[in-house]
């Protein structure tokens, strides 16, 4: 099994920064692919930026210049670095972990961490 705990989350004015982070922990798994995910009230789950073990990022259209994903392998913690800040990302952040373990891979998800954008 593998845990992701994430913290970093809270109220932040418009226009403001917050960083996440998302640290995993499991041992016999290497950490691969990691993501940053949210869910706002009554829309789906949303993808909002991966990083692979070799550092490749991608982002989602709404978020790009203003986020930054970033990730420490030796510590197996990913981060989330969010500036100006929009009423808009107002969500539940949820870390993903792909885990591989004898050349299966295995999907694990974090208790999600609220970030509330509002003056």
């Known amino acids: 099994q593998v845990q992701l705990v994430e913290s970093g989350g809270g109220l932040v004015q418009p226009g403001g920064s917050l960083t996440l982070s998302c640290a995993a922990s499991?041992?016999?798994?290497?950490?691969?692919?990691m993501a940053w995910y949210r869910q706002a009230p009554g829309k789906e789950r949303e993808s909002v930026a991966v990083i692979t073990s070799g550092g490749s990022t991608n982002y989602a259209d709404s978020v790009k210049g203003r986020f930054t994903i970033s990730r420490d392998n030796a510590e197996n913690t990913v981060y989330l670095q969010m500036n100006s800040l929009k009423p808009e990302d107002t969500a539940v952040y949820y870390c993903?972990?792909?885990?591989?373990?004898?050349?299966?891979?295995?999907?694990?998800w974090g208790q999600g961490t609220q970030v509330t954008v509002s003056s």
């Open positions: 499991g041992s016999g798994f290497s950490i691969d692919t």
């Open positions: 993903k972990a792909i885990a591989k373990r004898l050349a299966l891979s295995y999907q694990y």
